[in-house]
Each structure stands twice: as structure tokens, then as C-alpha cells.
């Protein structure tokens, strides 16, 4: 037995001697690691301040950027909108259309900061602007990272660390968490993939995040209380959305639309571009010269245009020592960067026959002039043609694998006129050949620009000229009613910035803002013959405004056969 017992004593000690070297070399071997660990670690932490303590010059869109709301240029009706969405005690979610580099970004951070100074206001100091991008802000597919939601890193994935080994799911927020309680901001929204706009919409209807992992197990006790909270009571995400898009409304969901106020910036005037380059040159130290000023407001379509531009020719002047930009540096950069003049339609000098300002929508929230020109031919024996150009012969629907190509309805009002000259003014197209254009190259689509191109057909083949200093726009349908179109805001001011004295829009577009108007008269019509009659001169145009006979004034049925036309010929 004495001996036995020796054996085994031995064979205990030898084990236990075994077990501890064993220990002992991982022991040495997890102290080797962290040394070699944290000399690296060193190694990496020495390039990091090195990288930080390299800076370039702060550019200079970064310097002019915006601080306060009286610094944003020309958006006056865009900021009092958004700041009724985000100022007060119950914000809104919104979404602000308009053009690139016209300050929608700016105006969101400033807007959130004049928020935290409201008493009443939800937002508290440490409120947050999270900026994401639409364009950018992907997602994986197989629910591996989702930047803007959240997603789960699962055990199974490369760096899932102890909790990993130990098969616990591990939450990662995304930018609607860190967004809570401030502002998410999501630029080009409208580039948001479907399935990360679906689960927006969830995110902003429950004001949380709720994620998902086959890996979760809720009577798992390895796994900590707070995986177990956020998995049965969700990440919180009580934000306010502001999304900024280029794009129009039509081309974001509706879904998104009906959850958000829509505020809406429109495109700078070259003044207002002026001004933009005036301070940022101010705050860059550059002396702009007024005829350099001038060509960054021939060719700067929106404020970022005209830092661009202003920050090329200032460093070009640095490179030779000269604070002064001149018109020879700007007009060289102009040059060096193809950039292309303003597109800035005025009304003519004097009035015409068969030309027309008309007035449409080519983006969001930005209206423009548009030329209508109109020549009539006469022709014997009722064999007149009609001929529309410019680019408003056919559009295509579609979607979901279904196209279907149709006339324009621009191309349809024009044929409407033919039935309404005919009936409300007593006048046979047939008898002439009638050539309608819309030249300018800007694609031209919808009814809007139906009373302009009655007036136009009917001023080429009476021969009475038409108010150079009037613009119109309206549907009018084949019963000669003015009828409501969209967009009237921004078209009334594109009238203003084209020189237009007096508009024509349809009766219900009114608004009684347009009476406190100085700059412009906007007059409201219900019928097409009052738009005519407003617009068309006497065939001197120094003689005045065309008189029609009072049948047609009062919007009477038409003339009965062998009466005369407001032409004077015989019908």
C-alpha cells in the first residue's frame, strides 16, 4: 500500500507539475500578447497624432458656411416654413426641395440651433444633427451592417469578440439612434434605397428601432441584461427628419411625403449669387474687383458655384502674391472649369404678334419664362395644318415592366385651342396654317400653358400684338374655363426676375399675399376670353388694350353664323 500510494503521488505530482507549466506558458504567453499587443497598440496611437497634427488650410466653403439665419441668401419664405416646422413645441418631420448649393443643408443646422433657444421647444442643448447621406447610405442585404437603421453582428461574423464566442448576438445602432432626440438629416433622400425607406417609415411611425437576430434566445441567461432590453424594448430613435432633395415630389414615395411638412427652396437670383461671393471673398481676404463680381453673376448658377469659382481665382492671385481678383482671373477660371452662363430669359422690348410669356416649372420649386411664338398662314378651301415643335411630342409612362408612350399634354392644349378659337372667338384655324413653337430647349410638358397658346394662336391670325410686359399661365379647357395648375408661387417670381409688370394666373390659384405684391400685378381670370383681352393690344400697339364686343366679354355663347368676328371679317 506505502508503495501504491507513492505511485500515485507521484503520478498526482507530475500531472499537477504538467498542468502548471501548462498554465504558467499560457500565463507567459497572454502577458507576451498584451506586451506585444500594447507595443503595437503604441505603434499605431504615435501615427494617429502624427495624421492629427497634419492640417491643411480650412477650404473655403467650409469658412463661409453659414452660422445664423440671416446669413442664408434669398430663402426668406423657405426659413420662415422651416422654422415653423422645427421651432416650435411639437416639430415636424420635413423635407426641403430645391436646387443644389442653395443652403438646405445650412439651413437645417441653423434651424436646429435657433430650436434649442425656444423654452418651449423639445430640443435640449445636447440635441444632435446626424447628417447621412440617401446616395451613399447602403445597406447589406444579408443584415450585416445597416448604417441608418441599426443592424445585429451575429456570433458567426469576423470580430464578434467574447461575446461572440460566447454565441451572444451584439445590437449595433445606427444613425436613428445616435439621431435621438435632435435632427436626423438625410441629404438626396429621394436615392434611399425601398427597402431602407420601408423601414424608415416603421422607425418614424414606432420612434424606435426593433432588430432582429436567430441568434437571440430571451431565456438565454448568458446574455446581458441590456442585449435583453434592446432586443424586447427596442433602441430608441425619437428624432425629426429633415430630408433635402433635388428632386420634384412626384419622384419621392408618398408614403414619405405624407409624414412630412414640405418646405421648398428656390433657385438664387444672380444678385442674390453676387452677394454670396461679396462675403465669402470678404472672409477669404481677396479684394473682389465689381467687374469680376459680375462674371461670377453671369455664370455661377447657385451660391457652392460661386465659392468654387471665387476660391480658384483667389488662389490663383496667391500664387503670385496679389490679394486682388480681377475680371481677367475669374473669366479664366469660367474658362478652365466650362461653365456654362446663366440661363436668365427677359421679356422682349416691345410687343409682338403671335408671341407670348409664358410661365412653367423645370424643378423643384423653380419657375421660369417661357417663349411661345405662334405664325398663322392663310390657306384656301378649309385646308390648314397645324405644327407644333420643340420638345413637347411625346412622353413615356411607366413602370413595373409597362411603358406606354402618349401625345404630351402640353402638344394636347394646342389642339384644344383649334375647338376653343372656334367657338369663344368666332375665328376658323382650318383656313390657315398655324405654326406653334416653344423654343428655349427646355422641355415643356403639362396644360399650364393653355391660355398662352390660345393668345398666341389667336394674336398671329387677328394680327393684333400681345403685352411684352405680360406673363400667363393657366389650363383652359375646351369649355374656355381657366382652370388651376401647380407651382404658382415660384412661377409668379420668375416673372418678376424676367421684368414681367402683370401676370395672369386662374381664379382659384389666388392668394392674398399677391395684393400686398409691389413688384408685380397678378390678375386672376376665370374665363379665356378675359385672359385675352387683358393681353391682346389694339393692331397699333401704341393705341392700347383690344376692346372685344361685349357677347365675348361677357363670356356670351359664340356669334351665330353671318355675324362678324372681333377680326371684322365676315364668319
Same mark, same amino acid.
Given at each position: 500500500?506505502?508503495?501504491?500510494?507513492?505511485?500515485?503521488?507521484?503520478?498526482?505530482?507530475?500531472?499537477?507539475?504538467?498542468?502548471?507549466?501548462?498554465?504558467?506558458?499560457?500565463?507567459?504567453?497572454?502577458?507576451?500578447?498584451?506586451?506585444?499587443?500594447?507595443?503595437?497598440?503604441?505603434?499605431?496611437?504615435?501615427?494617429?497624432?502624427? $495624421?492629427?497634427?497634419?492640417?491643411?488650410?480650412?477650404?473655403?466653403?467650409?469658412?463661409?458656411?453659414?452660422?445664423?439665419? +440671416?446669413?442664408?441668401?434669398?430663402?426668406?419664405?423657405?426659413?420662415?416654413?422651416?422654422?415653423?416646422?422645427?421651432?416650435?413645441?411639437? %416639430?415636424?418631420?420635413?423635407?426641403?426641395?430645391?436646387? %443644389?448649393? @442653395?443652403?438646405?443643408?445650412?439651413?437645417? /443646422?441653423?434651424?436646429?440651433?435657433?430650436?434649442?433657444?425656444?423654452?418651449?421647444?423639445?430640443?435640449?442643448?445636447?440635441?444632435?444633427?446626424?447628417? @447621412?447621406?440617401?446616395?451613399?447610405?447602403?445597406?447589406?442585404?444579408?443584415?450585416?451592417?445597416?448604417?441608418?437603421?441599426?443592424?445585429?453582428?451575429?456570433?458567426?461574423?469576423?470580430?464578434?469578440?467574447?461575446?461572440?464566442?460566447?454565441?451572444?448576438?451584439?445590437? +449595433?445602432?445606427?444613425?436613428?439612434?445616435?439621431?435621438?432626440?435632435?435632427?436626423?438629416?438625410?441629404?438626396?433622400?429621394?436615392?434611399?434605397?425601398?427597402?431602407?425607406? *420601408?423601414?424608415?417609415?416603421?422607425?418614424?411611425?414606432?420612434?424606435?428601432?426593433?432588430?432582429?437576430?436567430?441568434?437571440?434566445?430571451?431565456?438565454?441567461?448568458?446574455?446581458?441584461?441590456?442585449?435583453?432590453?434592446?432586443?424586447?424594448?427596442?433602441?430608441?430613435?425619437?428624432?425629426? =427628419?429633415?430630408?433635402?432633395?433635388?428632386?420634384?415630389?412626384?419622384?419621392?414615395?408618398?408614403? @414619405?411625403?405624407?409624414?412630412?411638412?414640405?418646405?421648398?427652396?428656390?433657385?438664387?437670383?444672380?444678385?442674390?449669387?453676387?452677394?454670396?461671393?461679396?462675403?465669402?471673398?470678404?472672409?477669404?481676404?481677396?479684394?473682389?474687383?465689381?467687374?469680376?463680381?459680375?462674371?461670377?453673376?453671369?455664370?455661377?448658377?447657385?451660391?457652392?458655384?460661386?465659392?468654387?469659382?471665387?476660391?480658384?481665382?483667389?488662389?490663383?492671385? =496667391?500664387?503670385?502674391?496679389?490679394?486682388?481678383?480681377?475680371?481677367?482671373?475669374?473669366?479664366?477660371?469660367?474658362?478652365?472649369?466650362?461653365?456654362?452662363?446663366?440661363?436668365?430669359?427677359?421679356?422682349?422690348?416691345?410687343?409682338?404678334?403671335?408671341?407670348?410669356?409664358?410661365?412653367?416649372?423645370?424643378?423643384? *420649386?423653380?419657375?421660369?419664362?417661357?417663349?411661345?411664338?405662334?405664325?398663322?398662314?392663310?390657306?384656301?378651301?378649309?385646308?390648314?395644318?397645324?405644327?407644333?415643335?420643340?420638345?413637347?411630342?411625346?412622353?413615356?409612362?411607366?413602370?413595373?415592366?409597362?411603358?406606354? +408612350?402618349?401625345?404630351?399634354?402640353?402638344?394636347?392644349?394646342?389642339?384644344?385651342?383649334?375647338?376653343?378659337?372656334?367657338?369663344?372667338?368666332?375665328? #376658323?384655324?382650318? *383656313?390657315?396654317?398655324? #405654326?406653334? *413653337?416653344?423654343?428655349?430647349?427646355?422641355?415643356?410638358?403639362?396644360?399650364?400653358?393653355?391660355?398662352?397658346?390660345?393668345?398666341?394662336?389667336?394674336?398671329?391670325?387677328?394680327?393684333?400684338?400681345?403685352?411684352?410686359? $405680360?406673363? =400667363?399661365?393657366?389650363?383652359?379647357?375646351?369649355?374656355?374655363? @381657366?382652370?388651376?395648375?401647380?407651382?404658382?408661387?415660384?412661377?409668379?417670381?420668375?416673372?418678376?426676375?424676367?421684368?414681367?409688370?402683370?401676370?395672369?394666373?386662374?381664379?382659384?390659384?389666388?392668394?392674398?399675399?399677391?395684393?400686398?405684391?409691389?413688384?408685380?400685378?397678378? $390678375?386672376?381670370?376665370? /374665363?379665356?376670353?378675359?385672359?385675352?383681352?387683358?393681353?391682346?393690344?389694339?393692331?397699333?400697339?401704341?393705341?392700347?388694350?383690344?376692346?372685344?364686343?361685349?357677347?365675348?366679354?361677357?363670356?356670351?355663347?359664340? $356669334?351665330?353664323?353671318?355675324?362678324?368676328?372681333?377680326?371684322?371679317?365676315?364668319?
Amino acid at each position: 500500500m506505502d508503495f501504491s500510494s507513492g505511485v500515485f503521488g507521484l503520478i498526482n505530482l507530475f500531472f499537477a507539475a504538467v498542468i502548471g507549466i501548462y498554465f504558467w506558458q499560457m500565463l507567459r504567453t497572454q502577458q507576451g500578447g498584451k506586451v506585444a499587443v500594447d507595443r503595437e497598440s503604441r505603434k499605431e496611437m504615435e501615427k494617429l497624432r502624427k $495624421l492629427r497634427s497634419i492640417s491643411l488650410t480650412e477650404p473655403l466653403s467650409e469658412k463661409t458656411r453659414p452660422n445664423s439665419l +440671416k446669413e442664408i441668401i434669398g430663402q426668406e419664405e423657405g426659413l420662415r416654413a422651416l422654422r415653423a416646422a422645427l421651432c416650435g413645441p411639437n %416639430p415636424q418631420h420635413v423635407i426641403i426641395y430645391g436646387p %443644389p448649393g @442653395v443652403g438646405k443643408t445650412a439651413a437645417a /443646422r441653423v434651424v436646429l440651433e435657433e430650436a434649442k433657444r425656444n423654452p418651449s421647444s423639445p430640443f435640449k442643448q445636447w440635441a444632435k444633427f446626424v447628417e @447621412v447621406d440617401g446616395a451613399t447610405s447602403r445597406f447589406d442585404d444579408r443584415g450585416i451592417a445597416d448604417p441608418l437603421i441599426g443592424s445585429v453582428h451575429d456570433p458567426i461574423y469576423q470580430g464578434a469578440g467574447a461575446m461572440g464566442i460566447a454565441g451572444i448576438p451584439q445590437p +449595433k445602432p445606427g444613425a436613428v439612434t445616435r439621431a435621438h432626440g435632435g435632427i436626423l438629416f438625410i441629404d438626396e433622400i429621394g436615392e434611399l434605397h425601398p427597402i431602407q425607406i *420601408n423601414k424608415l417609415l416603421k422607425v418614424l411611425e414606432d420612434r424606435k428601432v426593433f432588430l432582429e437576430s436567430a441568434y437571440y434566445n430571451s431565456e438565454d441567461p448568458n446574455i446581458p441584461q441590456h442585449i435583453h432590453d434592446i432586443f424586447q424594448n427596442g433602441l430608441p430613435a425619437d428624432f425629426r =427628419m429633415v430630408g433635402a432633395t433635388t428632386k420634384t415630389p412626384q419622384d419621392i414615395p408618398p408614403a @414619405v411625403r405624407s409624414r412630412c411638412i414640405e418646405v421648398f427652396f428656390r433657385a438664387l437670383t444672380d444678385e442674390e449669387v453676387g452677394i454670396i461671393a461679396s462675403n465669402a471673398a470678404k472672409k477669404a481676404g481677396f479684394r473682389l474687383e465689381d467687374e469680376a463680381l459680375n462674371v461670377i453673376k453671369k455664370y455661377a448658377a447657385n451660391g457652392r458655384d460661386a465659392v468654387n469659382i471665387l476660391q480658384i481665382a483667389g488662389g490663383s492671385c =496667391m500664387s503670385v502674391g496679389d490679394s486682388v481678383i480681377s475680371r481677367k482671373d475669374v473669366e479664366w477660371v469660367v474658362s478652365a472649369g466650362q461653365y456654362s452662363p446663366r440661363y436668365e430669359p427677359r421679356i422682349p422690348s416691345k410687343p409682338q404678334i403671335g408671341y407670348v410669356n409664358g410661365l412653367a416649372i423645370h424643378g423643384p *420649386n423653380m419657375g421660369s419664362l417661357i417663349e411661345i411664338e405662334a405664325v398663322a398662314i392663310p390657306v384656301q378651301g378649309g385646308t390648314g395644318k397645324l405644327v407644333t415643335t420643340g420638345l413637347v411630342d411625346e412622353e413615356e409612362l411607366g413602370g413595373q415592366g409597362r411603358v406606354v +408612350k402618349r401625345k404630351s399634354m402640353a402638344r394636347g392644349s394646342v389642339e384644344n385651342v383649334i375647338t376653343i378659337l372656334k367657338r369663344f372667338f368666332s375665328i #376658323h384655324p382650318e *383656313n390657315y396654317d398655324i #405654326h406653334v *413653337n416653344f423654343p428655349g430647349g427646355l422641355a415643356l410638358d403639362g396644360p399650364s400653358a393653355g391660355i398662352a397658346i390660345v393668345t398666341a394662336i389667336y394674336s398671329a391670325i387677328t394680327e393684333h400684338a400681345v403685352d411684352n410686359r $405680360l406673363a =400667363m399661365t393657366g389650363e383652359v379647357s375646351i369649355l374656355g374655363e @381657366v382652370r388651376p395648375v401647380g407651382g404658382i408661387a415660384p412661377k409668379v417670381e420668375a416673372a418678376v426676375q424676367s421684368g414681367v409688370e402683370r401676370v395672369i394666373i386662374p381664379k382659384d390659384n389666388w392668394q392674398e399675399a399677391f395684393m400686398d405684391r409691389k413688384d408685380i400685378k397678378v $390678375l386672376p381670370v376665370s /374665363r379665356i376670353e378675359e385672359a385675352v383681352k387683358i393681353a391682346v393690344l389694339d393692331r397699333d400697339p401704341t393705341l392700347g388694350f383690344l376692346e372685344f364686343p361685349s357677347a365675348i366679354a361677357s363670356s356670351s355663347p359664340p $356669334l351665330s353664323v353671318g355675324a362678324k368676328s372681333v377680326t371684322g371679317r365676315p364668319i
